[in-house]
């Protein structure tokens, strides 16, 4: 059974503290996503990353990085967590090639700054 | 620029009566478009998929969408409700050539027993 995992489900933080995110997803896929939900928003992509050590911005990367050292491990870091970084943070990843590749997403970490 | 609209933000409808949650979408060239899925509490799961192939498409629990090109809009139905069915559903379309996608801001279904 294919599986992304989160190291997280809820994170409370305060705010100016570095946040780590992880995400391991065990189907050896290539692309790994970093998304936020947020209501009446759908999902909007931070960071997403083709291969190990690559990285692409998505739509809303101000405030985040993100690191790929393994293929099989994708991390967000909020370098200053600030209180409208108060999120859902979604991990997903596909085969690599054609963007129709099904995603396969984590369950979600649910992400409060104070 | 490619982009997806759904037009409900809630659909409510009564166990064992039919579902239509409506998508339309903008695109330049013939898009590839999905439903996702999400449950309270769970991970977003691929319902459905259209990649020029037929454009009536079937996925899972008896979901089913139509691609109409005319009309813009891949619009998702189910023949008759059922309490798990209960969830968050997400219209995306393919953003170009590369690996992003663009979602729907989402429907929640309400389903009333």
């Known amino acids: 059974d294919v599986k992304v995992t989160q190291s997280s489900r809820y994170l409370v933080k305060r705010t100016g503290e570095k946040v780590f995110l992880e995400c391991v997803q065990d189907m050896d896929h290539e692309n790994m996503f970093w998304y936020r939900q947020d209501p009446g928003l759908g999902l909007r992509l931070i960071y997403f990353?083709?291969?190990?050590?690559?990285?692409e911005k998505g739509d809303i990367p101000e405030g985040y990085s993100v690191s790929r050292e393994k293929k099989e491990r994708f991390s967000l870091i909020l370098e200053s967590a600030s209180t409208n970084q108060t999120s859902m943070y979604l991990c997903a990843s596909s085969l690599s090639g054609l963007a129709g590749n099904e995603q396969f997403f984590g369950p979600g970490t649910r992400l409060t700054v104070l | 620029a490619q982009s997806v609209t759904q037009l409900d933000s809630h659909v409510s409808v009564s166990e064992g009566t039919p579902v239509l949650l409506r998508c339309n979408y903008s695109?330049?060239?013939?898009?590839?478009l999905f439903w996702y899925v999400q449950h309270p509490n769970k991970g977003l799961q691929l319902l459905l998929k259209y990649t020029s192939a037929a454009t009536l498409v079937k996925g899972i629990n008896g979901f089913e969408a139509e691609f109409k090109k005319s009309e813009t809009s891949f619009h998702l139905t189910k023949p008759s409700a059922h309490m798990s069915d209960a969830a968050e559903y997400f219209c995306?379309?393919?953003?170009?050539?590369?690996?992003?996608?663009?979602w729907g801001a989402g429907t929640k279904l309400i389903i009333k027993p």
């Open positions: 995306v379309v393919i953003r170009g050539s590369n690996y992003q996608l663009i």
């Open positions: 990353s083709y291969d190990v050590k690559m990285k």
């Open positions: 695109s330049s060239y013939s898009p590839s």
